[in-house]
């Protein structure tokens, strides 16, 4: 009878302390989006109140709490950052980190409507100030520091997270922060999958997770981020070669919209959250050892490839260029598929060799002649760095085509007297998004066709492909 009342009296502790601590966190978030704070764009009063809040937050779980200033396109930007120390000396750190800064008010209609932020990202902040009273709460012994930092200036270019990882306060250098975990919008749970990108820079990350995830709570796991739209804090340390784990309930909230308020969050999911990450932060904290992979996505690899290699396919016009009397020749079509190698000089410059099939349909005035061509381009290329998440190239060079069948038709033409080499100019460009690239490319050949006669005919191409990079 003993034992069961102590059980019942446990349990309602519990209920009592999960109750207390998802009013606390919906009191972060509302206060964090409300009117008052405007949006919370950077620079601004709104913002500034915000960190005031933080700061507060932070001293009253008794965290020693520092203020990082700097400056953004001429206005002042701060990061608040708390340490909770290790129990045993150690300069190696985990550091935690959410933006608090939106994207203020704008006009809209005649009306300045306030983007309140609530799941982007007050419900990250709140989290960061949950995880405080949970260390401050919790008598808890790590083997290395934590940092729980609060970024600036994150929606106009990650320029909180990117001076903090330059000039990491608490630490003296980024070589001793060994994992970095990011929260971005982890407001809209929802009994659905927590979203966590990054594990596969960290070589002990399946134990760690198993050991923190008591409550099997439901993750969708993906190894490297490879998000083209979208990023985050997390980038700023992972393209430093720190393993930075990013968490995030998804964008299914109204992303980037005044209807994004403190009303639509999930706290019971932010409350079961805030248990795992604390759990999993502890778990780091004192791993025997934090390990980076050597893995990282393309884009956070500022190391330009020596040799980039891919495929693609493209489709458009052919044509016979008559270069006597009045005769034209008339567009027919061309579809080819190719692959190619790229030796990189640099970010900037590179040499691309590529083979292709290429099959051409050209108009006569005496018929149609088909041909299936073996295209060999070499092309000098000017290209922003493969590694960035959208970029641009031109390319220039020499090709030559070598066909290997054809279909005269009616023409009275035959290898005898219509020629199977052709060289000449190419030239093009490019733009790419992530690994795929949309290209328009020009060949202008400079042989006669039309072999032992005076009169020329050259041959020319206008297509538009699509490539994609196995590695660039």
Known sequence: MKRTALIIVASLLFVVSNAQNISQI?????????????????????????????????VNSGLTTLKQTFDVNGSKAAN???????????N??????AHYDHLGTKLKNGKEEIYHGADDNASGTAMLLELARLFSQNATSL????????????????????????????AQNASQIKLMLNLDMVGWLKDEELKVSGVGMLKEWEELFEKANTNALKLSIKSLDRSVFTDSDFTSFAKRQIPAISFTTGTKSPYHKPEDTADKIDYQGMEKLSSFLYNLICEAANSSSLTFS?????????????????IGAGAGYAYQNYHFGNITGRAGSMYQANIFSQYNFNKIYALRLSASVQKDKTKRAEGQISQTKL???????????????????VRLGMFYDYCFDADFKSTGLDFDTFSAHD??????????????????????????L???????????????????????
């Open 294 to 310: 050597g893995k990282i996505a393309n884009r956070h690899n500022n190391k330009p490839s020596r040799f980039a290699f891919g």
């Open 80 to 90: 608040i950052a708390a340490l909770i120390k290790s129990s045993e000396p150690s």
């Open 26 to 58: 919906r009191h972060d978030v509302e206060v964090l989006s409300s009117d008052s704070l405007q949006g919370r764009y950077y620079g601004t009063v709104g913002n500034k109140k915000a960190q005031t809040y933080i700061t507060n937050s932070f």
């Open 375 to 393: 295209s060999v381009p070499l092309v000098f290329v000017l290209q922003t760095p493969l590694k960035m998440v959208a970029g641009l190239d």
């Open 450 to 472: 039309d072999k032992g006669s005076e009169n020329k005919i050259t041959s020319s191409t206008f297509s538009f492909g699509l490539t994609y990079y196995f590695k660039r």
């Open 92 to 97: 190696e750190y985990i550091v935690v980190g």
């Open 143 to 170: 083997k290395r520091n934590v940092i729980l930092v609060a970024f600036d200036a994150e929606e106009v270019g990650l320029y909180g997270s990117e001076h903090f990882a330059f000039e990491p306060l608490f």
């Open 423 to 448: 060289v000449g100019l190419v030239s093009g460009f490019g733009f790419r998004i992530a690994s795929f690239g949309f290209d328009m490319t020009c060949k202008t050949g400079f042989v006669n």
